[in-house]
């Protein structure tokens, strides 16, 4: 449940390559954030009367798969482990979310639809309204202090050392990205606006919604792309490998830690051992 808020707070658990994730899971290295404007969007989409029966198809498999998502932390999960075939044999039923963010797109596209049309005229209003007391609350800290207390409660209820700490490092990040996510809201109402007074045209307002959005998830995700010199530095040439492929076949390597992981195959070398 911790992570809920990330759904529509960007990088509200922190991140563990930044050291700063304060959450139960040691192996997240992810982000929930399905975006605070696609999310609005997705509401309104939701309420469009003329999909209705595909809406609460959607909805139906939305809510299913949070639940799966949600893991033990809700009563459904053991349901669907002793039912459904394989269930036992999952990973990490987080990764379920994956549908979660699918249907939520498809119902901001409806929603994108219905404010580009006029048909939710209450959207400017609201978005402005809402997307500033997000801003508000994030660059006053609040939502960080929602962190640091989640994140105290993880270290003494679970036992697991540094997460409080690790939730005021993470105050500082949310501080800005709370920020962020409103702004685009209301960016997102005062278009919506302009478009409703005629102020906008539609190819003008479409470029703005993808901008705003984009650069909403854009923002979020950015940290998350890592680029390295792998090919040149991990898989590099020298004397070892040299030697090994003017070796006649067949052989195996046996590979006492000296190169990474299965890092000769990149040079077509087979090893003894390795997922290969």
Known sequence: WAHVPELVIPRFTGETFSGTYWGPNGLKLHSEYLGLLVVALAVVGAADRQRRRI??????????????ALGASTPFFRLWWEIVPFSKSMRAPGMALFIVAFVTAVLAAFGADRVASGTAPRFARVALIVGALVALLGLTGVFGAMAESLGRWVEVKLALPQRGAMATAAAGTIQWSALAA????????????ARARGLAGPRVFAALLIALVGTDLWLNDRAFWNYSNAPDELFAGDAIKTRLR???RPFRVWDVDVYPGAALMADDISQLYGHH
């Open 246 to 248: 003017s070796a006649p």
């Open 182 to 193: 409103g702004l685009m809201l209301a960016g997102a109402g005062g278009i919506a606006l």
């Open 55 to 68: 809406i609460l198809w959607l909805g139906g498999i939305g809510l299913l798969f949070l639940l799966i």
